[in-house]
């Protein structure tokens, strides 16, 4: 079983820039990976995906050309790079992995497998 360990969030300004990354005990080469976001009193939801083998990539359309995803399948490593951030996006960030097969990079229910989540917060 793939575990997943999420680092790099924190206290931030509007405008800012954070590194999120999410690195797993085992390969990932065989599962598609996403962040997802959950905000007090809210559902969790799609930030960003990325296929397996990082050619193609997959953003929720409230931090399109904002966030980055990217991976590096030799450290079994994923990132999710935050740029421009707003107050909105103050919320804990969780990694998941989901097989290449089937599902839906936006739906929470593809995924297979969670970190912990790391907390960012963009004040004002």
């Known amino acids: 079983q793939v575990q997943l360990v999420e680092s790099g969030g924190g206290l931030v300004q509007a405008g800012g820039s954070l590194r999120l990354s999410c690195a797993a005990s085992?390969?990932?080469?065989?599962?598609?990976m996403g962040w997802f976001r959950q905000a007090p009193g809210k559902e969790r939801e799609f930030v960003s995906a990325?296929?397996?083998?990082?050619?193609?990539?997959y953003y929720a359309d409230s931090v399109k050309g904002r966030f980055t995803i990217s991976r590096d399948n030799a450290k079994n490593t994923v990132y999710l790079q935050m740029n421009s951030l707003k107050p909105e996006d103050t919320a804990v960030y969780y990694c998941?992995?989901?097989?290449?097969?089937?599902?839906?990079?936006?739906?929470?229910?593809?995924?297979?497998?969670w970190g912990q989540g790391t907390q960012v917060t963009v004040s004002s």
């Open positions: 085992g390969r990932i080469s065989s599962y598609v």
């Open positions: 990325i296929s397996t083998s990082g050619g193609s990539t």
């Open positions: 998941g992995s989901r097989p290449y097969y089937g599902g839906t990079n936006s739906y929470v229910g593809s995924y297979d497998y």
